[in-house]
C-alpha cells in the first residue's frame, strides 16, 4: 500500500510569487489534514478536509492560502502571494474514515520564501 | 487557548529508558498520541491513550492521566536508532483538530 506522498519535496520562490503544493494522500483515507512546521517550532495545523469538505479550516492563517480537494482525492494547498513567514515544512496526513488519532504523514514540502 | 508543553531535549545512553513528559491545555479532549520524526523523514505514529493508564507496545509505552492534563512517552532499552524528534498531540474542541507539542528532541549516545 502506497503512503502519503508529497509534490514537490523542496520549492524556493520569491516573496510575491505563488506555490501549489499537492499531497495524495493514501487511498480510501477519507481524511486529509494539512499541517505547517516552522523551524523548531510545533507541527501547526492548518486544516482537515472529509473527503471534499472542509471541516475545520480554523488553524489557516489568512487568505493567501487555500486549500482544495476536488473529488475527494488528493489535495492542494496554495500560497498566493508568498510572504517570508511562510517559510516552512508542509505537510499532509490522512486518516481512515471516522479514525483521527492515528495519522499517517507525508515527507513534507520544505518551503523557502525569498 | 490550547497547548501542550514537553522538554525540548532528552539526553540519555544505550540500553537506557527514558521518560518523556507532555502536559496539555486543551478545551476538550479526546486522546493524546505521540509521533515520531527523524532528521527529514515524516512523523509517524506510535501510541494513543484516550483512558487514563499505561498502554504498552514493545518497547515504548505511552501513560495518560486525564485528571492530571498530563502524560509519557516512556522508551526502554534504547538503541541509536531512537535519537529523533518525539511530538505528543491532543485532539481538542471539536473533536477534529490536532494539536501538536513543540517536540523533544531525543539523543541516544553511545
Known amino acids: 500500500e502506497a503512503g502519503v506522498t508529497q509534490f514537490p519535496s523542496h520549492s524556493v520562490i520569491e516573496k510575491g510569487q505563488t506555490v501549489t503544493l499537492r499531497c495524495d494522500p493514501i487511498s480510501g483515507h477519507d481524511n486529509l489534514y494539512w499541517y505547517r512546521r516552522v523551524m523548531g517550532k510545533e507541527i501547526k495545523f492548518l486544516l482537515h478536509f472529509v473527503k471534499e469538505s472542509k471541516q475545520d479550516e480554523s488553524g489557516m492563517p489568512n487568505n493567501r492560502f487555500l486549500a482544495e480537494r476536488t473529488g475527494g482525492t488528493y489535495s492542494t494547498l496554495k500560497v498566493q502571494p508568498a510572504e517570508l513567514e511562510d517559510s516552512g515544512v508542509y505537510f499532509c496526513a490522512s486518516s481512515p474514515s471516522g479514525k483521527y488519532n492515528e495519522q499517517f504523514f507525508g515527507p513534507g514540502t520544505r518551503l523557502t520564501v525569498l | 487557548g490550547q497547548s501542550l508543553e514537553q522538554p525540548s531535549e532528552v539526553t540519555a545512553v544505550e540500553g537506557a529508558i527514558v521518560q518523556i513528559n507532555c502536559t496539555y491545555q486543551t478545551s476538550g479532549f479526546y486522546g493524546l498520541s505521540w509521533y515520531q520524526q527523524h532528521d527529514g523523514g515524516a512523523p509517524t505514529f506510535l501510541s494513543y491513550?484516550?483512558?487514563?493508564g499505561l498502554e504498552e507496545t514493545g518497547r515504548f509505552s505511552s501513560f495518560l492521566s486525564r485528571s492530571d492534563s498530563y502524560g509519557y512517552l516512556l522508551l526502554q532499552e534504547l538503541q541509536m536508532k531512537d535519537s529523533a524528534s518525539y511530538f505528543c498531540?491532543?485532539?481538542?474542541?471539536?473533536?477534529?483538530?490536532?494539536?501538536f507539542g513543540a517536540g523533544t528532541r531525543l539523543f541516544v549516545k553511545a
Open positions: 491513550n484516550a483512558l487514563d
Open positions: 498531540a491532543v485532539r481538542g474542541t471539536g473533536g477534529f483538530k490536532t494539536i
